[in-house]
């Protein structure tokens, strides 16, 4: 586990119920164990943080007494840095951040009466305590991407890298594929449309009406089960973080009483309400039926897929033409079918998968498969849930091997970068502990600490 990475997720970010617990201990008084420049770190801040993240299943790569401390000093060195660079945060992005928090917490707590329950605050107390650690923990990974945004990686630093590294140590590369893919959507009768279309109408009436609230309508009948189980409440977002149709009305709405007309998206049809405005973030609620694909329709869209298939066998045209004349996928139709992998947004697109990168679905297939076979139909679903019929080719199999910078460069790249940026943030670190006054009490400077010298200016 790397602790750097995720003290904010399951330990910074869990300080939002010290309050309650703190006040618990009624006869405790609290004492500073660390001071770091003008800042105290209390005895209660590090024993809520270790709690929480117990609950929370964190395992600590050794004694949290001493791990998390030394984390929030290193939190107090960013902070002080922020405010002599004048480095702020949007108030907007914040409550992104919270709702997004917010909302996970209320989800596993299964109510916001739950929660409030287990965490002895109100909703408010709740958003205003995330509010601060995440503005926080925004200000402090903005410093830290200023530190790393310095550091460069030249095709010299790789080679340097592959030069000194021992062979033992050189990275593995997990075995890997390049798949093409033909999807076809399977036709969805008017008539289920027009029965989703009129169910929602029916919905709009009710709820105008004041027979029944939007709310009751969204648990009873919304099928985005996330938003459904707390009234159709999609929390705050941005117009970015949404599909541009939804966006588009949600953006407009301005009457909280009124509902929305009929929204198409690639998830399916919504009616929509708004709740509040925030700057430039809004929350609304929706309900969202999604038309059912009758089998009928799913196995002619199989047989359409096997003839293509078969033809592709038999030599009639190529795979490449085929994705050009019959495949409904957007995002692989101008690439030859060829499938994309971003592991996370603003990491390289690269067209190779290990295998548990590929959709559950086409990995089971493409498992059994040689390169350059065209596999059978099969059906698939898509992480908006619609359920689409596809054929795959295996264009490409790379076995797994150790990096090399003729086969692996990009990967290496990323390697050594991601050790120059830690190199960088690691120097700054020791740079700052010897120019900050830091004290530490008896009894909790006993630790082997990441930054050995704290406290020896």
């Known amino acids: 586990m790397n602790i750097r990475h995720i003290f904010f997720c399951t330990v910074f970010v869990a300080l939002t119920s010290v309050s ?23 005895k209660s801040e590090v024993e809520d943080a270790r709690l929480e993240a117990s609950m929370s299943g964190t395992r600590w790569d050794g004694d949290p007494y001493c791990i998390i401390p030394e984390q929030l000093a290193i939190n107090k060195l960013f902070l002080n840095q922020a405010e002599l660079d004048s480095i702020t945060v949007s108030p907007d992005d914040v409550n992104s951040q919270v709702e997004l928090y917010y909302n996970y917490y209320e989800s596993r707590a299964g109510s916001r009466e739950k929660l409030e329950e287990y965490r002895k605050m109100s909703a408010e107390q709740i958003r205003l305590k995330l509010y601060e650690s995440c503005e926080t923990e925004m200000i402090v990974s903005k410093v830290r991407d200023k530190i790393m945004e310095r550091v460069k990686v030249t095709p010299g630093d790789v080679r340097r890298f592959m030069k000194d590294i021992s062979p033992d140590d050189i990275p593995y590369i997990n075995p890997q594929v390049e798949v093409q893919i033909i999807t076809m959507d399977p036709v969805i009768p008017q008539e289920e449309i027009d029965a989703v279309k009129n169910d929602l109408r029916e919905y709009t009436e009710r709820i105008t009406s004041g027979e029944v609230p939007f709310s009751t309508l969204a648990i009873l009948y919304s099928e985005d089960p996330e938003s459904a189980k707390n009234g159709g409440d999609c929390g705050f977002m941005g117009r970015g973080e949404i599909v541009p149709e939804f966006a588009a009305v949600a953006f407009n709405l301005t009457d909280p009483e009124k509902v929305s007309k009929i929204v198409e998206t690639e998830y399916g049809f919504h009616i929509i309400q708004l709740i509040e405005r925030l700057g430039d973030r809004v929350r609304v609620r929706h309900i969202l039926r999604k038309p059912k694909v009758p089998m009928t329709s799913v196995e002619e869209c199989l047989l359409k897929l096997d003839t293509i298939a078969q033809n592709i066998r038999s030599g009639k045209y190529t795979f490449e033409s085929a994705v050009t004349s019959f495949s409904s996928d957007k995002d692989t139709r101008s690439n030859n079918g060829l499938m994309a992998n971003q592991s996370e947004p603003g990491m390289p697109i690269t067209s190779k998968y290990e295998m548990q990168q590929l959709p559950p679905d086409v990995a089971k297939v493409v498992d059994r498969m040689h390169v350059g076979e065209v596999s059978d139909p099969f059906t698939m679903q898509l992480r908006n849930g619609k359920v689409v019929c596809a054929v795959v080719k295996l264009k490409n199999k790379i076995t797994g091997h150790k990096a090399t910078m003729a086969d692996d460069y990009e990967r290496l790249h990323d390697i050594v970068a991601d050790y120059k940026r830690q190199e960088a943030i690691d120097k700054w670190i020791r740079d700052k502990q010897r120019t900050t006054y830091v004290k530490i009490s008896d009894g909790w400077n006993d630790c082997e600490f990441m930054y050995p010298g704290w406290g020896k200016q």
């Open 20 to 42: 309650y617990r703190s006040s618990a201990q009624n006869n405790v008084i609290d004492e500073v164990v660390w001071i770091v420049g003008d800042e105290a770190i209390y």
